[in-house]
T-cell receptor, first 115, second 116 residues
Framework: GENVEQHPSTLSVQEGDSAVIKCTYS??????FPWYKQELGKGPQLIID?????GEKKDQRIAVTLNKTAKHFSLHITETQPEDSAVYFC??????????????FGKGTKLSVKP | DTGVSQNPRHKITKRGQNVTFRCDPI?????LYWYRQTLGQGPEFLTY????????KSRLLSDRFSAERPKGSFSTLEIQRTEQGDSAMYLC??????????????FGSGTRLTVV
């Protein structure tokens, strides 16, 4: 089955710096890669996702890149702000024509942005 | 649209007791998922429904666990004879399955279960 590895487990940056979180997956059939942000006491919130037919996607300060050959994908947050502090999870699944495999999550990265 | 609602938010129970959690998905979503999250880990899939049909169950879902979605709207997750290892956050998510695939689950805030 699919296995998702996520690094680093903790990341501390200064406000305004960039943060990068990396994930690898094992199942080459996986074709959908979302990223979730989870704040304390809340459920995960989708922040960005990418499908395997796309190499990069941006949404304001957040970007995700995907390397299908190497089976890894990364989250990039630029100009970090204290409110970006949270736990971030990557996930992978297989989507095919209306039928989705279940999301397999990484173990999470705790991001701390210091003012 | 008030998002995915889960009740209760917190539940403390004694070992051996039964507990039941409820999830109300986004109204137009036809798929509903249950995940479990332990401290320091990512969510792990338990089961999912499309409308009222339970389509897949993880091997994590032992015979003490049962989930229902009787009318294709809200869902309940029951754990019988709770054990300390059941202590976790139980997350519900919903999505809309359409012809071009399903993306972007919306998660609820979860029910935190503590078994003492």
């Amino acid at each position: 089955g699919e296995n998702v590895e996520q690094h680093p487990s903790t990341l501390s940056v200064q406000e305004g710096d960039s943060a990068v979180i990396k994930c690898t997956y094992s199942d080459s059939a996986s074709n959908y890669f979302p990223w979730y942000k989870q704040e304390l006491g809340k459920g995960p919130q989708l922040i960005i996702d990418i499908r395997s037919n796309v190499g990069e996607k941006k949404d304001q300060r957040i970007a995700v890149t995907l390397n299908k050959t190497a089976k890894h994908f990364s989250l990039h947050i630029t100009e970090t702000q204290p409110e970006d502090s949270a736990v971030y999870f990557c996930a992978a699944s297989i989507n095919y024509g209306g039928s989705q495999g279940n999301l397999i999550f990484g173990k999470g990265t705790k991001l701390s942005v210091k003012p | 649209d008030t998002g995915v609602s889960q009740n209760p938010r917190h539940k403390i129970t004694k070992r051996g007791q039964n507990v039941t959690f409820r999830c109300d998905p986004i109204s137009e979503h036809n798929r509903l998922y249950w995940y479990r999250q332990t401290l320091g880990q990512g969510p792990e899939f338990l089961t999912y429904f499309q409308n009222e049909a339970q389509l897949e169950k993880s091997r994590l879902l032992s015979d003490r666990f049962s989930a229902e979605r009787p009318k294709g709207s809200f869902s309940t997750l029951e754990i019988q004879r709770t054990e300390q290892g059941d202590s976790a956050m139980y997350l519900c998510a919903s999505s809309l399955a359409a012809g071009v695939g399903i993306y972007g689950y919306t998660f609820g805030s979860g029910t935190r279960l503590t078994v003492v």
